[in-house]
């Protein structure tokens, strides 16, 4: 019965939601993290009897299920979770920090914003890799701070005078939601992003910063549970789908004369 693969199909792209959803929640916490929406699409249509304008303008025909049609990230900004240190920054607004890894010299980009300073007191992430244009913090200078429009400010040893060092800049895409997602918060573009366009925090429609701030993941839990819920009630459908296929062709097999 055609009813067995359709709903087959219902119950393969509900668990594929499902595991879309865990890896949502498992990222609550994750700094920088942008949830995921899962996009369905309807399979091909059976005719038994194609629309005609002499006897029936509908036609007769029966679907064959659903499939994945792709995953969408969301790219909503989170909430700003204050830290107080200066070396954790926010984006308010669209934009991405662009860093590079210094393995590969590959370009990568990242809403999170929590950055460290290496031997050489240049500025890095986590996974050590380097804020592009790279900034460096001699000895006898200290870092201060970096204002809203992306200067970053050091301190003078034994003066005490603050002096901008450098200018960031941001990383913005025609569409954000092309970009390829590569673990720990990072992105690489994709020809479905588009190409980079570079500028200071504040113009050409790039966000500010916050400083001493950074961003929260945009999952909400109350949102992803609901969907949840709704997910594993349609899972259960289709298998009771199965479940009463099998029970109709049980009882064509058994009818006796």
Known sequence: MISLWTAATGMESMKFK??????????TNTDGFKRTEVDFADLLY?????????????????????????TDIQHKQ????????????????????????????????????SFKQDEKGTFVNS???????????????????VSEDG???????GSGVLSPIGQMTLANFPNPAGLQAIGNSNYIVTAASGAETLGPPKLQGIGSIVGGSLEASNVQIVHEMVDLIATQ?????????????????????NLTR
């Open 78 to 113: 989170g909430s700003f979770k204050v830290t107080e240190n200066q070396m954790d920054w926010a984006i308010n607004g669209a934009g991405f920090f662009k860093l590079l890894d210094p393995i590969n010299n590959q370009p990568v980009y990242t809403r999170n914003g």
């Open 46 to 70: 059976q005719y038994k009897k194609g629309p005609s304008l002499l006897d029936n303008p509908t036609g007769v025909s029966v679907g064959l299920g659903v499939q994945v049609a792709g």
């Open 233 to 253: 009630k349609a899972f259960d459908t289709n298998s009771k789908v199965i479940s009463v296929s099998d029970k109709m062709m049980d009882t064509a097999n």
């Open 151 to 157: 200067r970053i400010w050091v301190r003078e040893a």
């Open 18 to 27: 499902i595991e879309v959803i865990a890896n949502n929640l498992a990222n």
């Open 127 to 145: 996974q050590g890799f380097i804020l592009d244009p790279p900034v460096t913090v001699s000895i006898n200078q200290g870092f201060s701070h």
